[in-house]
């Protein structure tokens, strides 16, 4: 795949030369991201142009979130909506891109005099010790209960990325005496090579495992992008990679394993977890799974390099709650048989391996509500599970599908196995309907349904948040 190198040279001197520069934010969004840019370069003095694809219904929220915001002048802002204009872009002192546009083929940002991202800015000005997690699996997890670790041990520390917080929320209350806690995507990997600006203290990059293929096309392309997060470390930083072994068929050509190539990389000082050979022994967590214990123990070892006693690690991450959307236990509800059953909501799970850790993590067989639209990944880490020839796996109770392509690959070998299933359903509604009627009459002490989609479902929700928190709304009211 063609990579794109961006300059390393910022289009801004300082961030006081941002003052009454012309800054077009691509991307205005839903989520955060667009709308944090829009109001750090307005407070900074710029004139800013906020452009998106999506109409300004769509987009009211943050529309609304913005206009109601009395430290901004919004004066200064100019709203480009249901399209983007090429002269947005030429005319630009500086394009703020959105880390789901790629660059290659791009006629408008090929246009721009000078492009740059909410993190590169954020690294770019601010001098505070980064800790920086990247993978497939795991990753929000894991900047989640190090953030928490940090924060409970007395840190001042704060939180963002690809977790959805953009860190220019927080780029005036930093210094280098705050740790900040960055969760990177791929994608906003790939927005940094060549800027010479992420070097962090600590990088980690837990588990690998085919994700996003319908983008890169390979897994060569997809981990050359995540090795950019320890690119520029020297041997006073830190790299934490994975010790085990990769799935079959899935590690580097060159041989080996993916932590093994890395750490043959990294000039930092490499050190390495084992998911099977925890380090450290942090009892019982509240988070369901072997993967959160995993993340658990990738938090402690960011907090023993940040000089935490290893009582004090364990005697917190005891108290770490878990991510929203992630195993997030949320709702119980019993049946007229007295039956109890406890829901969580996994909708962060937009991979198969993770939909199939989370039919493993409760240590007994789970009511299973997964598939969407497929992303190009190969289907069998789940399937196997579901139809468990072998028995080496808990086994599901029951598979409930949602409507997309993934569900359609996974029906078919379902059916080949005779392996029954629910579904699939066109909708939320439809599923949780006939969930509720299903449940209503069976015995039992406690039993576990999870949502856990394995898949993306473009077209029936905005994203993964949107599916999880209109999941969470539906069991509230249906249950």
């Not at 999870?450 to 539906?474: I, K, L, Y």
Request: proline share 4%; aromatic share 10%.
């Amino acid at each position: 795949m063609e990579v794109h190198s961006y300059s390393p040279v910022c289009a801004f001197k300082s961030i006081e030369d941002i003052k009454d520069k012309h800054v077009t934010i691509m991307g205005l969004g839903l989520n955060g991201g667009g709308e944090a840019a829009v109001k750090f370069f307005l407070k900074k003095g710029a004139y800013v142009l906020a452009t998106d694809m999506k109409s300004q219904k769509d987009l009211q929220p943050t529309i609304d979130r913005l206009s109601a915001d009395k430290e901004i002048d919004t004066s200064r802002l100019t709203y480009r909506l249901g399209e983007h204009r090429i002269e947005d872009f030429e005319k630009a002192d500086c394009v703020i891109k959105n880390p789901g546009v790629k660059y290659q083929g791009n006629k408008y940002l090929a246009a721009a005099k000078a492009i740059e991202t909410d993190l590169s800015i954020f690294l770019r000005f601010t001098d505070c010790p980064i800790i920086a997690v990247t993978g497939s699996k795991g990753k929000s997890s894991t900047v989640s209960a190090i953030y928490f670790g940090l924060k409970e041990a007395g840190y001042k520390t704060f939180l963002g990325g690809n977790i959805t917080v953009s860190p220019l929320t927080f780029f005036d209350q930093v210094n280098q005496d705050t740790p900040v806690v960055i969760e990177f995507s791929s994608w906003q990997l790939a927005d940094l090579r060549g800027r010479k600006v992420l070097k962090p203290h600590i990088s980690i990059i837990t588990k690998i495992v085919p994700d996003h293929q319908n983008w890169y096309g390979n897994m060569e392309d997809y981990v050359a992008d995540k090795r950019l997060i320890y690119a520029d470390q020297d041997k006073g930083d830190y790299s934490i990679f994975d010790a085990g072994p990769d799935q079959e068929g899935t590690g580097p050509k060159c041989g080996g394993s993916w932590g093994d190539l890395f750490a043959r990389e990294s000039k930092a000082t490499v050190l390495r977890y084992d998911a099977d050979n925890p380090r450290y022994d942090l009892g019982k967590l509240l988070v369901p799974g072997k993967h959160m214990r995993t993340n658990a123990q990738n938090a402690a070892l960011v907090m023993q390099l940040m000089n935490i006693d290893k009582d004090r690690i364990k005697e917190i991450l005891q108290r770490w709650p878990g991510i929203d959307h992630r195993l997030q236990y949320f709702h119980s509800w019993t049946n007229k048989k007295g039956t109890n059953y406890k829901f969580y909501n996994d909708t962060c799970a937009t991979v198969p391996e993770a939909a199939a850790a989370a039919t493993q993590a409760f240590e007994k067989p789970v009511t299973l509500l997964t598939g969407g639209t497929d992303k190009g990944l190969e289907l069998h880490k789940l399937t196997e599970v579901l139809i468990n020839p072998d028995k080496k796996s808990i086994p599901v109770k029951d598979i409930y599908l949602l409507e997309g392509s993934a569900s359609n690959k996974i029906t078919s070998d379902l059916e080949n196995a005779k392996v029954k299933y629910k579904g699939p359903y066109s909708s939320l509604k439809e599923m949780l309907k006939n969930l509720r009627s299903d449940l209503e009459e069976k015995d039992g002490k406690e039993e576990i349904v999870v949502f856990s989609p394995g898949a993306t479902s473009f077209g029936m929700f905005a994203n993964e948040f949107d599916r999880g928190n209109q999941f969470m709304q539906e069991i509230k009211e249906i249950f």
